[in-house]
């Protein structure tokens, strides 16, 4: 492999490393890819032990991620309020950082195609700039956040030394725009209506069945953002004749009713009505 090729795939591998983001153990992660929202499931370093992580969207235009928390606030109002601030805030370091990277990896492969390994004039003036406007806008957008969902300056003063880094500065300076806020409330604002339904079930069912939440409050925001909470309630479809009941959490089901589900600290599992066949 000639010198030129061997710096891009190592460029591309650093940016990849970059790319994956901590976030809380317990957080509700959503994800703009391209220019929708989705809901992304972290990956756990340790099992029941955090912290978690997710891999930042890594194709242009990169930037944006945003966490809920399991236990936070519902107030669904604030969530147009605070992505208003979020875009607003975030507007010149995406442009920024989104230049930065098609320098890098643009140049990088203008590069690879003319068998240099030292960047010409244009590109490291590209990158330069792209990487100094980059940390201009982080500065002023961590010091627009206010104090409390204010990230570290550790995340600025390690893109201040490599660029690759810097580009990921949106992610890491954005997450936590909504953190006090519940991540179903999240969920409920961001993510296309089709995606809202299964954690939303879930969240219900565990707050119903496990205690851990306010099924009532669940409920209420489940209307609010336009779910059937009856269907959300109704179970699982039936895999085979023999399933006798089903696990109202995880919807695991089981041949016999006086089974427990070890999923689910060993939930008592809902029995199914009665078949007409069986009757
Ligand atoms: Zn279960």
Redesign the pocket.
């Known amino acids: 492999m000639r010198e030129a090729e061997l710096l891009y795939v190592l460029a591309v591998g650093l940016f990849l490393y970059e790319s994956v983001v901590t976030v809380p153990l317990d957080a509700a992660v959503v994800q703009q890819r391209l220019w929708r929202w989705r809901r992304v499931a972290p990956f756990l370093l340790r099992s029941g032990a955090g912290p978690a992580v997710v891999l930042a969207w890594p194709l242009p235009p990169l930037g944006r991620l945003a966490i809920g928390n399991r236990k936070g606030r519902f107030a669904l109002a604030e969530v147009a309020e605070r992505l208003s601030v979020h875009r607003k805030l975030m507007l010149e370091l995406k442009l920024a950082t989104n230049l930065l990277f098609l320098s890098i990896f643009g140049g990088g492969a203008a590069l690879v195609w003319l068998g240099r390994a030292v960047p010409d004039l244009p590109i490291f003036t590209a990158i330069c700039g792209s990487w100094l406007t980059t940390i201009v806008a982080a500065i002023l957008a961590r010091r627009s956040l206010s104090k409390d969902l204010r990230p570290a300056w550790k995340d600025v003063i390690v893109a201040m030394v490599s660029p690759i880094s810097a580009t990921r500065l949106p992610e890491l300076l954005g997450k936590k725009v909504f953190a006090d806020l519940d991540g179903l409330v999240l969920i409920g604002a961001l993510v296309p209506p089709a995606d809202r339904v299964e954690p939303f079930r879930l969240a219900l069912a565990r707050a119903t069945y496990c205690g851990d939440a306010d099924p009532v409050a669940i409920a209420a925001l489940a209307t609010e953002v336009g779910l059937d909470v009856a269907r959300l309630r109704t179970p699982p479809e039936r895999e085979s004749a023999s399933a006798l009941a089903y696990?109202p959490?995880?919807h695991?089901q089981f041949m016999r009713t006086d089974a427990t589900?070890e999923?689910?600290d060993d939930?008592v599992p809902t029995p199914y009505p009665a078949s007409p066949e069986s009757t």
């Open positions: 696990c959490v995880c695991a589900c999923s689910c939930l």
